[in-house]
């Protein structure tokens, strides 16, 4: 089957010039004989004429130029179709990409596109919105929040709000129920991670997987914050998965676990993010994941 491609390209994600990639893009799309079209993203997130459009024109790849919080708004309009999405990475963390092999270098990237293996990995949804990364409340939600905001962006702006906002963060109250548990904690943040990374090879759930049919779940719960940047290092390098008899273990300064639904109750209504990217945030969250909800072009 002939293959035809729409690229999006989001003109804010990252720090790289857009033009330059346009004709980079063009020159080799055209190289290998692939027909295509270059559409720019939009500030409503709203993609509802594309499942019509790749069906009329016999589409059979969308390529997204930008960063986790643009693959996942244009893939939740894709969760019917049968095309496969490839990644240039453009973002700022770039989780998603990073986690699969996917190169920021924009040949090296590419090259993976044009040669068209894909297997499908999961997503999941926070309520109604669908992730495909990370999803985070408390103190993540918050550096998500703040770097919306910035003029400059990129990953130094990206480090400088995370150490502020460590410093500054508080615990919020949650009720986590879970594997027919109730966990009550006060945690400085929550991570709902499909891959294993936050992004740019920063890894929050080393033992994630984009398409075992689950989420990994960390929450890293209130403490000193010496020990927590101690606890965090921990986790990053050699976190473990606790068995479901042990969640509910007193003293536990992070707790790790493996599920594909739970709720948690956050009366605080501390911020939230999906992605990446904020999102507003909701007393009761209801979480579940989204089996093989697409077909990515991925490294051979």
Request: with cysteine.
């Amino acid at each position: 089957m002939e293959r035809n491609f729409i690229y999006f390209i989001n003109p804010i994600s990252g720090t790289q010039n857009k033009k330059g990639l346009i004709e980079f893009i063009s020159t080799q799309t055209k190289a290998n004989g692939i027909p295509f079209q270059i559409l720019s993203t939009n500030k409503e997130g709203d993609y509802s004429f594309l499942p019509a459009q790749i069906t009329s024109e016999d589409i059979t790849d969308v390529i997204i130029c930008g960063g986790d919080g643009t693959v996942s708004q244009i893939a939740s309009f894709l969760l019917t179709t049968s095309v496969n999405i490839g990644i240039i990475p453009m973002g700022s963390g770039n989780g998603l990409a990073l986690a699969e092999g996917i190169s920021k270098n924009i040949k090296k990237a590419l090259k993976i596109i044009f040669a068209g293996k894909s297997n499908y990995i999961d997503g999941f949804y926070i309520n109604d919105k669908f992730g495909c990364m990370l999803a985070g409340l408390g103190f993540d939600a918050q550096v998500a929040h703040d770097f919306s905001t910035q003029k400059k962006r990129g990953l130094y702006t990206y480090i400088l709000l995370s150490i502020r906002n460590f410093f500054a963060a508080k615990a919020y109250p949650f009720i986590i129920e879970v594997n027919q548990q109730q966990i009550k904690t006060d945690a400085l943040f929550i991570s709902i991670a499909n891959s294993n990374q936050f992004g740019n090879h920063v890894t929050i759930a080393p033992m994630a997987s984009l398409n075992d049919g689950l989420l990994d779940i960390v929450v890293v719960t209130k403490m000193n914050k010496l020990l927590a940047m101690f606890s965090l290092l921990r986790q990053i390098s050699i976190g473990k998965i606790l068995p479901k008899e042990q969640l509910v273990t007193k003293n536990k300064s992070i707790l790790y676990f493996h599920t594909d639904e739970l709720i948690i109750d956050n009366p605080k209504e501390a911020p939230l993010h999906l992605d990446g990217e904020p999102i507003p945030t909701e007393k009761r969250i209801k979480v579940r994941v989204l089996r093989n909800a697409f077909k990515l072009l991925q490294p051979a």
